[in-house]
């Protein structure tokens, strides 16, 4: 069955960086475009970027300001997410999720990982 | 961004209740709406896709309808394992999603 897990995450100071990982199983990673999500009691569900099938194409929330990359290597079936001058309001869960399809604009979130927390704190 | 306004925010029932749940855009989305069923402490689980259209294992109790602004999820016989929060999430212009309805046991 489809499974994706996370990792990466953890506590870090404003301004730093951290790199989120997922790797995927149980379907064909190079087919799927995928995404990732992250959650705040505040601010609930929020899309953060997406990155197509085979890598050549990304698309980003237009308030993360550049900060963001998202990249995969399908060769390992992992999706990274790096995040450079993190703030406290990056502080939430981040998942990877599956898309229905392999272009950038598949937007249907089939499948969805574990989360990981990030915790953006002096 | 296409704002999506969901309600209620919070909602108490039975189980056998029949419950519908509401979310409005903030423009025409035409048919680009799924529903999503988060349980404490996991991950959303994608549950229709298309207005209507449910999912792998989705059990036939759950329903959406609607177009263009506005949908509803409806859960015709609640049953335990119902009780849960719930997301839509408009995929027309790229995607965002509600605030969630939390299903509360009454």
């Known amino acids: 069955q489809v499974e994706l897990v996370e990792s990466g995450g953890g506590v870090v100071q404003p301004g730093r960086s951290l790199r989120l990982s997922c790797v995927g199983s149980g379907f064909t990673f190079s087919s799927h475009a995928m995404h990732w999500v992250r959650q705040t009691p505040g601010r609930g569900l929020e899309w953060v970027a997406a990155i197509s099938s085979d890598g050549n194409n990304q698309k980003y929330a237009g308030s993360l300001e550049g900060r963001f990359s998202i990249s995969r290597d399908n060769s390992k079936n992992i999706l990274y997410l790096q995040m450079n001058s993190l703030r406290g309001e990056d502080t939430a869960i981040y998942y990877c999720t599956r898309s229905d399809c392999g272009g950038v604009d598949c937007r249907l979130l089939q499948y969805w990982g574990q989360g990981t927390l990030v915790i953006v704190s002096s | 961004d296409i704002l999506m306004t969901q309600s209620p925010s919070t909602l108490s029932a039975s189980v056998g209740d029949r419950v519908t749940i509401t979310c409005r855009a903030s423009?025409?989305?035409?048919?680009?709406m799924a529903w999503y069923q988060q349980k404490p402490g996991k991950a959303p689980k994608l549950l229709i896709h298309?207005?209507?259209h449910l999912d792998i294992g989705v059990p036939s109790r759950f329903s959406g309808s609607g177009f263009g602004t506005e949908f509803t999820l409806t859960i015709s016989s609640l049953q335990p394992d119902d009780f849960a929060t719930y997301y839509c999430?408009?995929?027309?212009?790229?995607?965002?999603f509600g605030l969630g309805t939390k299903l509360e046991i009454k």
């Open positions: 999430q408009q995929y027309s212009i790229y995607t965002t």
């Open positions: 298309q207005v209507s």
């Open positions: 423009q025409s989305i035409s048919g680009w």
